[in-house]
């Protein structure tokens, strides 16, 4: 062979082998940038899990077909990586999982799937671990300004789809509209604050916006709903920022939780400021712009696991609640160390 020919062959293999490691290790992707007025503070390092684990105990129907989804985390400027996921290592078992990219290319997760009998007495368990580099990062918009007319067209191309909103939260949202986005936002921020009282024991969901407003309680994710509809009665671009709040056990017993019962999932806000960018917003800090390092929005399509089981007949369902415990004895568990 001669050294042309070793050269056109290499030419041709280079482009290959590239997208052999690009589709092994994550898909390429532009790391994305700071919006103006975000500052970032020391990085921490996270080493994450995520187990998901189901027994059948033989009292219940054998599933034709079990699908699990683990959330990696969204790419940032903080990750030290420019690949997604925004993690710098994942391991995952069984080994017949894969990575997939959410179709926004913001974000991946791993994709197990099962077609095997699950044999009476027996047990499965799904793991992924990852390392997430996270940032401690705070808005500051002393110097900037920007108004509702200058939003464009485009600025609304990442955010989540309109919904309905009710007609009280669109009443409420001309009570607390100013002169600014940014000044509606920390408005809206103060008004959840003030008005609607944390507690996950209550049985409406985050989407019933009425039942919320009546009880003036709810968990984060009931929060982040009232939100997102005050963004939109006002034409606020708005996507919700799903992950994890990696607490210490210091906080967990604040919250009269343990590792064992808290899932550290944790729901707040993305929204977006013509001309400066898209930014964090959680209304239950004293600050709704400043996010800690120990919050990582994960996949932009569910909150860190999803589930779905096929019967016998073809029919697919989410794990069906009885009251105590998850058929076939479901359970998701995150745990973590800071490094």
Known sequence: MTRLTRLSLLTLLLPLLAALSTADCGAQSAPPTLARGVETGQVSRFQVQIETTMNNNARQSVPKQIRVWHALPVLTPWSRTNRLPGATSYNFEPRSGKFEAEADQRSGHIYFEENRPFAAGSALTFRTDFDVYSAPRRFNPSNLRCTFYEYKKGDFSKADKLQPVLPELQR???????????????NISDWLKQNIEYDDSVSFGATDTRAILRAKRGHCGHSANLFKQLCQAQ??????????????????????????????????????????????????RPDCFDIPANYVINNSSFQNCAIWLTDASGFPHMPKWSGSSYEFDIKTKVSFQEK
């Open 172 to 186: 409420l949202s001309q009570q607390l509209k100013s002169d600014s986005p940014i000044n509606y936002v920390r």
């Open 235 to 284: 034409g606020v671009p708005y996507r919700s920022a799903w992950g994890l709040f990696l607490a210490d056990r210091s906080i967990l017993n604040t919250m009269g939780k343990s590792p064992e019962s808290y899932s550290y999932y944790h729901t707040w806000n993305e929204v977006y400021f013509p001309n400066i960018g898209w930014v964090e917003v959680d209304p239950s």
